[in-house]
């Protein structure tokens, strides 16, 4: 399971390592909405969300499926700004169809909307596809989607092909409020780290060339044996092109450990990778081990597990996700379920499955790491 960037011909300063406050604040809300995904950093979570004034923390929960599970594409920028305020305005250039698609991609789960035209981050124009503020089927699909993962996500989405503008706006506003609330102080003190990071990064491009680069982001990374691609450890088999673009690698300390692509139809490419290594895990009795690695043996169930690490899914999902039928799902769930590594809850006429992620970090880190790509 690949992500593969074509960089066929593309010099080597178009392989651009910058630093994104927008990128690095869409960390920090991950961490808010999934501390589990982020033990070392579950104290500042907590102090931040004691801090929150009640409007700001609800507007987090009702936005939250943009950085949830995963990262909509116009929150990675491809061109990083010196300011918030500046990759802001990059992203209120993006038109509504384009943005709307990308923010329904995140909140409806892993089936992509096709792009129905470029962002300003874009090298050329993808071909026209149904969108779901102007096609019924797609909107309808956006909704059920949207309905499966909860109520809220269900409002969300209503709410953004009702009035894509006042929801876009909102966004801007609520992201805006994050830097007063949290964000301007900690963006302060990982700036010498991602500095550090950067200045490292583009010394061994200039000096050593791509693949050196490379090899410094993470072990998940590399560039293929033609040196015309960049292969990218991800969830699911995926290709896109780097033509005239470039690629570009963002560095994240808030991020840690997740490796973030944006690589939709439309998008330039965009890796945001960690820029250090979690601290190793406790050890859990060997019976636990054996149990949990007998379940994990099988590639559907590991499969479903990183699926699973992208927030809650119901068995159809998954089925629709992987060309499964909904039994077969259900019988690897059952195994994940009896190794502790599964929850089940009911929400209406919905049964959700979630990942148990400290259980899975006991397993150890390269683990957990490979997991939450």
Known sequence: MTLRIDISGLPSERLRFAASPLAELTAMLHVLAEPGHHPHLAGWAGDVWARLRPELAERLREAEFLWRSSQADFLIPARPRPTLAEELDDVDRIDDETYVT????????????????PSPSTSSSSPAA?????????????????????????????????????????????????????????????????????????????????????ASVSGSVTLAADGDCIVVDKLQDKSTAAHGTGVTFIPSVFGRPHLVAVHAPGWHPVVQYPVAEPSPSEPVPLETVTLRLEALAHPVRLRLLRTLARGPHTTGELAHTWELSPPEVSRHLAVLRRAGLLTARRHGRYVRYTLNLPDLTALGTDLLAAVLR
């Open 102 to 117: 990308a923010a329904l991609v995140t909140t409806c789960g892993s089936s992509r909307f096709p792009s129905a035209g």
């Open 130 to 214: 149904p969108s779901p503020l102007t096609d019924a089927a797609a909107r309808e699909r956006a909704l059920d989607l949207a309905q499966a993962r909860g109520g809220r996500q269900e409002a969300f989405a209503e709410r953004l092909l009702a009035d894509p503008a006042a929801v876009r706006a909102r966004v801007r506003q609520t992201l805006e409020q994050c830097a007063e609330a949290f964000f301007d102080a900690a963006w302060a003190g990982v700036a010498v780290e991602l500095a550090t990071d950067l200045r490292l990064k583009n010394d061994l491009l200039r000096h050593q060339g791509i693949e050196a680069a490379l």
